[in-house]
Structure formats: structure tokens, C-alpha cells
């Protein structure tokens, strides 16, 4: 189901201005009627339902790396999890490559779209390991608006932030978690 983009209310002028009781009756029950259901599509869209059912591994998301500029990667451990209710994504990776082709700025393909907003308010906490930071002392995941993306990029003091490039080997632990555009299906 996703978020409802028009409002679309009963209006039966007729029965606004009949002289009859009964007809405004009906229009005060379509309009709550009508207004009760526009909630709960709301509500059911934004609040959703928790995907995550083990039995079906569901839950299970294979993380898969990538740099601005495309190519493969050789992965000795590629495992990730995937917890969605509306909204809400909560992603949880764990990645291991010995070699790639790939080069550029380093990001991971998300299960679900990013919501568009302006800067970057989605960050996750990352812990590399075996990774040559492009600069700076630490790496952050950033969600990116209206993409599939997840971001590496590099902080740390007196080091302006910048995005993290692509090495030939690494590590990398992160959970992100962001908010979705709509409550897709998967």
C-alpha cells in the first residue's frame, strides 16, 4: 500500500441542502465513513507491517558493494539483515571482499529506496576493518536521498568530510537505519 497523495471526500450537495434530516444523516456517515478509512490508509502505510519472518528468511539481505565508477567485487563473507514495519528500513550488514574491479567512491546497494530529502540525515554506524580510509579517522554510512544508495564516507577532526573510495580489500560492519518513500512490497 502506498501513502495516498489526494484527499477525495464525499460532497453530495443535494443532501448539504435538502430540507430532509435523513439525507443529511447519510452525508455526516459517508463523510466519517470516508474519513475513518483515509486514516487507517494512513496509518497502515506509514506504521505498516513488520517484515521480518524468519521462517521465510525474508529478513535475510545479501549486501552488495559498488563504486561510482562500476565493477565486481570478490566477497569471503556477504551477510546482511533487513527489518522493515512502514516506513522504517533498518538495515544490518556485514561485508568481506579480497578483490574488485570496482573503483571511485564505495557505497552499498539498499533493499529499499531512500527517501528524498535535502542534506543527509540518515548516518549509520560503520566498523571497517582491514579498510584504507580515504582521509579522516572514522567511516559513516549515509542513506541517499531518492536512491538504492548507501554511502561510505570518511570524518573525523579538523577533516572535512569526504567520500570514502574503493580498496582493493576490506571490512566493513554498519547498520543504517532511514525512512522509505512508500510501504513497497518485497
Known sequence: MT????IQLPLH?????SENKDDLEKYMRELVYSLQTM??????????????DTETQRNMWK????GSVSGTFTYSNQTG???????????????TWTATTATGNLFVELPY??????NMPYVGVVQPSSLAFTGGT???????SNTYRGEFWNTGDAFATANQSVT??????FHLRYLSQDDETA
Do not use: C, H
Open 3 to 6: 501513502l495516498p497523495s489526494t
Open 13 to 17: 450537495s443535494d443532501f448539504i441542502k
Open 39 to 52: 486514516y487507517e490508509d494512513l496509518a497502515g502505510s506509514f506504521n505498516g507491517a513488520i517484515r521480518s
Open 63 to 66: 549486501p552488495t558493494l559498488n
Open 81 to 95: 539483515w533487513v527489518f522493515r514495519q512502514g516506513l522504517w528500513v533498518d538495515v544490518w550488514g556485514d561485508v
Open 113 to 118: 529506496i531512500v527517501a528524498r530529502t535535502l
Open 138 to 144: 572514522e567511516v559513516v554510512i549515509n542513506g541517499m
Open 168 to 173: 582493493a580489500t576490506g571490512r566493513l560492519i
